[in-house]
């Protein structure tokens, strides 16, 4: 039984069909594969019982033809597969720079695997028990190809007549990918005469040795895109980074409610949230010595509130809720969060708010610089990566991009246990800015 992709035929006794067998017959599964094809005066078709592009329907019923003996009237049932058949189109060759004789072309606006960005397979097959290619009474060679089928004609595909074949009767959507493809081939050529010019003036005009030197100063610029305002003229540490530019006098004044209960915390509070860790390493321990100026109190439980809030946002992936660190903070401070420190996503057709991996790095450099603000200018910068969960080597990249020195710790009685941590101090003058040195090389392995 048959079926015709393009429509109805006006003569189905005109047709003239030919069966292909494969010539496996040993295999379980191949041996069954049949590849029908029809003609007609103007066009062939081809349909097939195998590969990709088979239809379901036969692997999930049973077919049956019944045939009629009108003498006897008598009718006998013979098993039946259907057969989706396919208009194929013979060509002439093609030039020979291709180098490639086409004999066939198939038009992708009727066929299933149109928009396929490759030529479909070639097809090996046998007619019958002998080897060879199926001819009409004019002497022309027909090629079937399907997507992922094994077991037909020779075949070659063309690209330059594919190309002419979409022009003819392609889809809308194939003709504006085929007239961008050709648009970018020549655009490409054009743009790459221009930039190779242009770097050889370029070159000549300024020399190698400035190039590198233009280079490494883009390299520092591009790490201070994500860095807090640095004053490198200051007069003393504070004023390096300043307090104003990791919050504003109104975010500040935000903060006096949510940080109350930090500045009034009790041993016994203290003691919960270290047995819960309901904070982070760094503000748990910072919260064991809080001044006892009720000012100076205030100051830096407000401080530490921004920063616990800061480390926990980091440890988001992507932003789903409007407000991320519960009611509890101030939409002020959630507004500065979305804005300063996510970056914008198209996703499942909706805009969403992520934690890049350059979002976290810039958030990791305003938590060292406000650290420095709650801890006199010299930080533990061990106790900051575990909070943040970062590797080593990145903590220090962005302590150093601050423009921090790194040290251990000084020896003592009591701190063995403390000899691996990095400290990080900002102090006066400032060390000079140097470029990434790119990938650290890897240690040898024995």
Not at 69 to 98: T, W
Not at 422 to 437: D, F, H, R
Request: glycine share 6%; aromatic share 6%.
């Amino acid at each position: 039984a048959v079926r015709f992709a393009n429509g109805r035929l006006q003569r189905p006794e005109s047709l003239r069909f030919t069966v292909y067998r494969s010539r496996d017959t040993a295999h379980p599964r191949k041996r069954h594969r049949r590849i029908l094809v029809s003609e007609t005066e103007r066009l062939s078709y081809v349909g097939h019982n195998f590969g990709s592009e088979v239809m379901k329907c036969n692997s999930l019923c049973r077919y049956f033809v019944g045939v009629l003996d009108k003498n006897s009237g008598q009718m006998e049932v013979y098993n039946a597969e259907i057969f989706n058949m396919q208009p194929l189109l013979s060509g002439g060759r093609c030039g020979g720079s291709h180098l490639l004789s086409c004999f066939v072309l198939l038009i992708p606006a009727l066929f299933p695997w149109h928009g396929v960005r490759r030529i479909p397979s070639p097809l090996h097959a046998e007619r019958d028990s002998g080897r060879g290619k199926h001819s009409d009474s004019r002497g022309k060679q027909w090629v079937l190809c399907s997507l992922g089928c094994m077991g037909c004609f020779n075949v070659c595909s063309c690209l330059v007549q594919m190309d002419l074949c979409i022009e003819a009767f392609g889809t809308s959507k194939q003709k504006r990918a085929l007239s961008s493809r050709r648009m970018n081939a020549v655009g490409n050529d054009i743009v790459s005469t221009a930039v190779t010019k242009a770097a050889a003036d370029v070159i000549d005009a300024k020399g190698v040795t400035a190039l590198m030197q233009d280079m490494a100063q883009d390299d520092v610029q591009n790490i201070s895109a994500f860095l807090p305002p640095c004053h490198e003229d200051a007069d003393r540490p504070e004023h390096v980074y300043k307090f104003e530019d990791i919050l504003s006098p109104a975010e500040y004044e935000a903060l006096r409610v949510p940080a109350a209960a930090l500045a009034n915390i009790t041993a016994e509070e203290m003691a919960k949230k270290v047995e819960e860790r309901s904070h982070c390493s760094f503000v748990l321990e910072e919260l064991k010595f809080l001044p006892t100026d009720e000012k100076s109190r205030d100051h830096k439980a407000r401080c530490l509130w921004f920063l616990d809030t800061l480390i926990k946002f980091s440890d988001q992936k992507v932003i789903k809720k409007k407000h991320p660190m519960g009611p509890e903070c101030p939409h002020i401070i959630s507004r500065k969060l979305m804005k300063n420190f996510t970056s914008l996503t198209y996703n499942n057709g909706s805009i969403q708010n992520f934690i890049s991996a350059s979002m976290k790095a810039k958030i990791t450099a305003y938590a060292i610089a406000l650290a420095l603000h709650i801890n006199s200018f010299q930080i533990d910068l061990t106790v900051l990566q575990n909070d943040m969960k970062l590797p080593e080597s990145r903590i220090l990249d962005i302590a150093k991009a601050l423009r921090l020195r790194v040290s251990k710790p000084k020896a003592g009685p009591g701190l063995e246990n403390d000899q691996n941590h990095k400290l990080g101090t900002l102090s006066l003058p400032l060390p000079v800015q140097k470029a990434p040195e790119g990938q650290r090389k890897r240690k040898k392995m024995n």
